[in-house]
């Protein structure tokens, strides 16, 4: 008998705390799979309060027990995934990257922070990492895939070739064609290092998904960036809802288990682009401060503001959420009230659903009381009444039960439902 795979989606704009539940799961699945995104994304991890950032490793490499995928649909950094592996020293036979995964190389970063630079105040505020244009390759048909990286040669010919036939291009971004001989050093050691974990991951998730292995999938970034389906073009370059995960690692939607979303208990948004329930007051001020809310990748201040109920309605059913994990519902204690986007208001008109264009939009509250102290809480019966009201006010708003909610930072202040 086949098994399905379970899957933990972001349903908001990224930076949800996959990780700690992510992590949290993890403990009891065989294998944890990475469908989508690059080192843009972030989780941070606090296990007896040592911190590990993990950009691209599945977050099951903390449980010993689990086997990680990176999935095709990832674009990979080789040079800073190296050094996120020196994080651990046990990798080899739990750790399986995708022949068809796309290598994002240093000069992707230079293309996307000269395009930033040339943008001025209109740009987009991506990370500078690289992952736009090593998307674009992929789309635009003239990437390199991790496979390629087993015979150095070969692709060190190909991208001198690649530089040489766009000259007029890079030379009007500023960037600089990479030294043959220096790129060729630089493909070998990666060949060096990751070339045993290179290998056909579809056929992998094929056989692990018939033998009724237990699989977790885990996204990065959030709904509401998808390329498709987010705030373009303030989005990330890839899918990032729960459908995305076919693609990104080869199986089909009849593979895909239970949906877990993932939402803080308010919003946050990172660079630019609409965020309708924002709040640029002393408010927003006081989220950030209690929810440390600066990024894992980038170390950039996080713009706050409340819960969205409309676009996280939205976000439930486009990824056909069967629960929600609310996270950092300790952040909203001590506030005297709790306010939630309940509609829009566009032109004059109120609407309950997400438009084409956020830009315009003005979002219509409703406040609820607040509470003294959820803050590690982990039994639903001893948070503050208050606190269950705004719970169970969500569930009916969003569509679904919130099944999970963390009420600190540490893997162990989590209240199961």
């Known amino acids: 008998m086949g098994s399905k795979a379970d899957l933990i989606v972001g349903l908001q704009w990224g930076d949800e705390g996959k990780g700690k539940i992510v992590d949290h799961m993890a403990q009891s699945y065989d294998y944890v799979c990475r469908f989508a995104g690059g080192?843009?994304?972030g989780h941070t991890i606090v296990i007896d309060g040592r911190k590990y950032a993990l950009h691209l490793i599945p977050s099951g490499v903390l449980n010993l027990k689990a086997k990680n995928i990176v999935g095709n649909g990832v674009v990979l950094s080789p040079k800073d995934f190296i050094k996120e592996m020196m994080q651990f020293d046990d990798l080899e036979g739990r750790l399986f990257l995708s022949d068809k995964a796309h290598v994002l190389l240093p000069y992707h970063a230079h293309i996307d922070q000269a395009r930033e630079q040339m943008k001025g105040d209109k740009a987009i505020g991506t990370t500078g990492k690289g992952i736009g244009p090593a998307y674009g390759d992929k789309v635009a048909r003239h990437g390199h895939r991790l496979g390629e990286i087993l015979d150095p040669e070969k692709l060190t010919e190909k991208i001198v070739e690649y530089f040489a036939l766009n000259k007029p291009l890079f030379n009007a971004m500023g960037v600089a064609a990479p030294e043959k001989e220096v790129l060729l050093a630089e493909i070998q050691s990666y060949k060096e290092v990751l070339g045993k974990y290179i290998t056909d991951t579809t056929q992998m998730m094929w056989h692990i998904l018939d033998e009724g292995k237990t699989i977790l999938l885990e996204g990065a970034q959030g709904t509401m960036l998808d390329i498709d389906h987010g705030t373009y073009p303030y989005v990330t370059s890839s899918s990032t809802v729960s459908a995305g995960a076919c693609i990104g690692l080869g199986i089909n939607p009849k593979d895909i288990g239970k949906v877990t979303g993932i939402a803080?208990?308010?919003?946050?948004?990172?660079?630019?682009?609409?965020?309708?329930?924002?709040?640029?007051?002393?408010?927003?001020?006081?989220?950030?401060?209690?929810?440390?809310?600066?990024?894992?990748?980038?170390?950039?201040?996080?713009?706050?503001?409340?819960?969205?109920?409309?676009?996280?309605?939205?976000?439930?059913?486009?990824?056909?959420?069967?629960?929600?994990?609310?996270?950092?519902?300790?952040?909203?204690?001590?506030?005297?009230?709790?306010?939630?986007c309940v509609a829009y208001e566009v032109d004059g008109k109120e609407i309950h659903y997400v438009p084409y264009d956020l830009e315009d939009v003005k979002p219509l509250y409703r406040s609820f009381p607040g509470w003294e102290k959820t803050e590690g809480i982990r039994v639903f019966d001893d948070l503050p009444d208050t606190a269950k009201s705004y719970i169970e006010a969500l569930e009916e708003m969003i569509g679904t039960e919130v099944g999970i909610i963390s009420t600190s930072p540490e893997r162990e202040d989590t209240i199961i439902r």
């Open 39 to 41: 080192h843009n994304a």
């Open 264 to 340: 803080k208990a308010y919003c946050t948004r990172v660079g630019n682009g609409p965020f309708p329930s924002e709040d640029k007051g002393q408010e927003g001020d006081l989220l950030r401060k209690n929810g440390h809310e600066f990024g894992t990748t980038t170390g950039r201040p996080r713009r706050c503001g409340w819960f969205d109920a409309v676009a996280m309605r939205h976000a439930v059913r486009i990824n056909g959420v069967d629960q929600v994990a609310l996270m950092k519902l300790d952040v909203l204690d001590g506030l005297k009230e709790v306010k939630v």
